[in-house]
């Protein structure tokens, strides 16, 4: 694998790069069946950015669509060469997506945003004013989330639970929608995790970071290309990658338990010794042999969930393959075409 050569320059970079005046802003959007929204999305990043930066970049990755977002963006890409296509091989899903975007962009600032209007690019603007301030990683802190009570109550819950297990502060309401500098984009390209939870990764790194609040908008349409199962899924690369708390909750259940066990062992022998009664209780037997059947599955479920994620790592499949690409002028040859 050979590093990127802005690993190599990120480090002497002139001030003059930090300055919007002068520095060249990627956004990157992953986009799968997006078609209805493309060209209107399109128009209003391309506004922002023209008022805001000298030089920019749109990558737009597009995940597999099956709809007629890839005759779309080819479009798009034939009349503006600022705008770069990347077509995965098939459908890798949204963190894979992302990632692809992060390495086919070559900003000193890089932006990052889904596609389907939920993030308001009116917010960049201000995710560049802190960059300049010299924060390297600007993150939007979503508000007024449009979703179904129950989703909002979950992404709520989520956030919390994790900041509160994870091994390195995780901010609240903080997703992908962020501003990184070139240096961070270059050390989360060099971190190996095949299963991927940006924000995880974006905090773990650690550099200047600050949040904004920026108001979640609705969706374009009303059917979320993540499925509920894809939340979840999400959900739990995020808690077992950056958390060892399931692994250490079965040692506290398992010292409970057994101190549960011990006394319900001397409260029988107790029993047997002083009044010579044996405790009768064939249900009470069945009801706590099979609870702790049921303790030891879910422990070895637990187990599982990381050893599947060794076996992910150390089989080191690619996080994604390209098809095709528009627009981009090969700077690094981490991934084939
Ligand atoms: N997306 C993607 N690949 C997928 C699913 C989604 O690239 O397999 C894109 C999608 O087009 C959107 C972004 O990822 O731009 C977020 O998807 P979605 O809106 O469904 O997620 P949510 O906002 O509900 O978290
Ligand atoms: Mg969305």
Redesign the pocket.
């Given at each position: 694998m050979i590093a990127p050569m802005h690993h190599f320059l990120s480090a002497d970079r002139s001030a003059l790069a930090r300055n919007r005046q002068h520095a060249r802003v990627s956004v990157v959007?992953?986009?799968?069946n997006?078609a209805a929204i493309l060209q209107q999305l399109t128009d209003a990043v391309r506004t922002v950015l023209k008022d805001c930066c000298a030089d920019f970049e749109i990558v737009y990755v597009n995940?597999g669509s099956s709809d007629d977002s890839r005759e779309l963006l080819d479009q798009l890409a034939a009349t503006d060469d600022r705008i770069i296509v990347i077509h995965l091989a098939r459908?890798f899903?949204?963190q894979a997506?992302v990632h692809a975007g992060l390495e086919h962009a070559s900003g000193d600032a890089v932006v990052l945003m889904?596609?389907?209007l939920?993030d308001d690019p009116a917010a960049i603007p201000q995710f560049l004013a802190e960059w300049e301030n010299g924060f390297d990683v600007v993150y939007a802190q979503r508000f007024n989330r449009k979703e179904s009570l129950p989703k909002r109550v979950l992404f709520h819950t989520f956030y919390r639970v994790l900041n509160s297990i994870a091994g390195s502060p995780m901010p609240t309401d903080a997703g992908n929608f962020s501003l990184m500098d070139r240096a961070v984009v270059d050390a989360l390209l060099q971190l190996p995790e095949c299963e991927r939870y940006l924000p995880g990764l974006r905090s773990w790194i650690g550099f200047q970071q600050t949040g904004v609040k920026v108001e979640r908008m609705a969706?374009h349409d009303d059917q979320?290309?993540?499925s509920l199962a894809g939340l979840f899924k999400l959900a739990k690369t995020a808690i077992f990658s950056f958390s060892s708390f399931p692994l250490t909750l079965f040692y506290i259940i398992a010292g409970v338990s057994g101190l549960v066990c011990l006394s319900s062992i001397s409260f029988v022998l107790y029993h047997k010794a002083f009044s010579g009664l044996a405790i009768p209780g064939w249900t009470s037997t069945i009801i706590t042999a099979s609870f702790f059947g049921a303790l030891n599955a879910l422990g070895i479920s637990v187990l599982g969930e990381y050893v599947i994620r060794i076996y992910d790592q150390v089989r080191a499949r690619p996080i994604y393959l390209t098809k095709s690409k528009r627009n981009h002028i090969q700077q690094s040859t981490m991934t084939s075409q």
């Open positions: 959007m992953p986009v799968y997006e995940d459908n899903g949204h997506a889904d596609s389907d939920q969706r979320p290309r993540v």
